[in-house]
């Protein structure tokens, strides 16, 4: 089993920053793609990033791309999502998300990704 715990999220005004961190349990961690979604009210899950299970390989929703940045760390079994230049249209809860079977191709589609963490809040202020 899997489990997944983000932090990091919280209130902050626009042109901030935030980093949020995904702790992964067990050594599935180094064998699995990871990434992040989001969820805004009213609106349905969206991908965020994306990284290979190597770190070789990343990918960014084109509205946070040059702002945020995935990356994991081995050591600690933890995956991170720097975010800078936040804007209002970022306030969403974030997830991060994982799966043992996803392939490059596969990694912005939800669906595929069979273990979720719980979420943490991003509220960004104008």
């Known amino acids: 089993q899997v489990q997944l715990v983000e932090s990091g999220g919280g209130l902050v005004q626009s042109g901030g920053s935030l980093r949020l961190s995904c702790a992964a349990s067990?050594?599935?961690?180094?064998?699995?793609?990871m990434a992040w979604f989001r969820q805004a009210p009213g609106k349905e899950r969206e991908f965020v990033a994306a990284?290979?299970?190597?770190?070789?390989?990343?990918d960014y929703a084109d509205s946070v791309k040059g702002r945020f940045t995935i990356s994991r760390d081995y050591a600690k079994n933890t995956m991170y999502l720097q975010m800078n230049n936040l804007k209002p249209e970022d306030t969403a809860v974030y997830y991060c998300?994982?799966?043992?079977?996803?392939?490059?191709?596969?990694?912005?589609?939800?669906?595929?990704?069979?273990?979720w963490g719980q979420g943490t809040q991003v509220t960004v202020s104008s």
């Open positions: 998300a994982t799966d043992p079977t996803i392939i490059i191709g596969e990694m912005r589609n939800r669906a595929r990704y069979a273990y």
């Open positions: 067990g050594r599935t961690f180094r064998t699995y793609t």
């Open positions: 990284i290979t299970r190597t770190g070789a390989n990343s």
